[in-house]
């Protein structure tokens, strides 16, 4: 019974991607529909991989689907952190719709249950952990960096329908952007090193290897915008290229041990 906790997370997931197309429209309704929709389905999550870890007697999300259902919780959860804020919230129309989505894959893909779970130990919790809540942070990057370039696009085209939007300033997007990688590299550095322990030289495959450049993309972003003043435009699709990274590694990479 308590998988079907993950169907209240996916209707309310989708019912906050469909909000925050209709806030398109203008500031009202849809953005407090749409935040509302992200809690809800964010608590039944919540309760869903709390009891997953209740049953099981490790660490209950080593396989592909379960760690792709753990992802989408730390990726909404890294959305809340500032979507609270009316001024971020559209930010969510470029993340629900891929939350739901992995979500659904997850579900398909057994990792929304609790019957059976294949837990590993607790180095296996660590190292998926940290890496799945940096991927986490650099899809929400993204998502800002593709509501930079949506609005600047407006903004360029003299649009005034933006203006009534509650949008951030272009400055202070592109700034919490940069933040926000900076947060999830330390993450991700983190996991790489703790997958170093029990690292074993005839186990290296695509999977790290694209890890690798994810983080060698993100470090390069970080000093090309302190050192070269990298910012706006081209850091948003540095972004973006670097979140397709991440949508590459993400299906190769198999965490069961």
Sequence with gaps: MAELLVFPALIAYGE?????????????????????????????????????????????WGTWAGALNLFVWLVVSGYLVWGCKPGYRLVGLAVMPVAAGLLVLAWAGGGTGVDDIDAGGPLLAVHVGLMLAGFAGFTVAAGMA??????????????????????????ALDRLASRVVVVSLAFLTAGIVVGLASFDRGDFDVAMAVTIAIWALFSTLLVLRREGGLHGRRLAYMLLSGFALVAVVLPLTHFAS
């Design 16 to 60: 906050a991607a469909f909000a925050y197309a209709g806030e398109l429209r203008g500031p009202g309704v849809g953005g407090r529909l749409g935040i509302w929709g992200v809690r809800v389905g964010w608590l039944a999550q919540t309760a869903l991989l709390a009891v997953q870890a209740l049953s099981a007697d490790g660490f209950p």
């Design 146 to 171: 593709a509501l930079y370039l949506w609005e600047e696009h407006r903004l360029k085209r003299r649009d005034t329908r933006v203006l009534r939007l509650r949008l951030p300033p272009l400055v």
